[in-house]
């Protein structure tokens, strides 16, 4: 029976030699080398964690990715009654707690109700066997990244999209995914399009 053995591959990004003044008869000594294991790296427009990747760092260990399709094409960003959401925070990383905000705000207006952050929080979905269920509605900045990747990560229609960013109550940044415009909504009782996002 043949015997395999596993193979693990590095790579050496710097040697750094320590070279000794020696006669001809003695051998250089190497002072210290540098190895690091290889990881795989991702790639904007990979299909990856249940969606697709739209944003990396840190060489592509780390980034943002897109739900496959729009949670929906038209919901109101309010849940029946206008009231401040506490959301107004951008960047990366704010659509987390600006959907957590929002859900906690709203949700005591109608148990049942349907709104832009919550259909993001609800979203879930199973990709090689792993359940993904921590999803969030972009903030204003992510927005605009996923904006920027549309073509990569498709799907989108011509349309204004919702962000979590709050301007001040009644009022939320939006983006046309025609244009890329981005603006302020004058109310959250319209029915903008809705595109989950999660990071890795």
């Not at 080398?33 to 780390?62: M, R, T």
């Not at 094409?73 to 957590?100: F, M, Q």
């Not at 148990?111 to 259909?119: E, L, P, S, Y």
Request: glycine share 10%; aromatic share 12%; hydrophobic share 40%.
């Amino acid at each position: 029976m043949k015997q395999f053995s596993a193979a693990v591959f590095i790579c050496l990004p710097m040697v750094v030699a320590k070279i000794h003044p020696v006669s001809d008869s003695r051998p250089l000594r190497i002072a210290s080398i540098h190895a690091k294991i290889l990881v795989p790296a991702h790639s904007i427009g990979e299909k990856y964690g249940g969606g697709v990747v739209f944003y990396i760092s840190d060489e592509g260990q780390h980034g943002l990715i897109a739900a496959t399709a729009d949670q929906n094409p038209g919901i109101p960003w309010y849940n029946g009654l206008t009231r401040h959401a506490g959301s107004e925070s951008d960047g990366l990383g704010a659509g987390v707690t600006n959907t957590k905000a929002i859900v906690a705000a709203l949700i005591r207006d109608d148990a049942n109700g349907r709104f832009a952050a919550r259909v993001c929080a609800d979203y879930s979905v199973k990709s090689g066997g792993i359940a993904y269920a921590d999803w969030y509605l972009p903030s204003k900045f992510e927005l605009n990244l996923l904006f920027l990747q549309k073509k990569m990560v498709g799907g989108f229609a011509n349309t204004n999209y919702w962000s979590s960013t709050e301007y001040k109550t009644n009022s939320v940044w939006i983006q046309e995914f025609g244009s890329g415009h981005q603006r302020v909504s004058n109310s959250e009782s319209y029915a903008n399009a809705v595109r989950a996002i999660r990071a890795f």
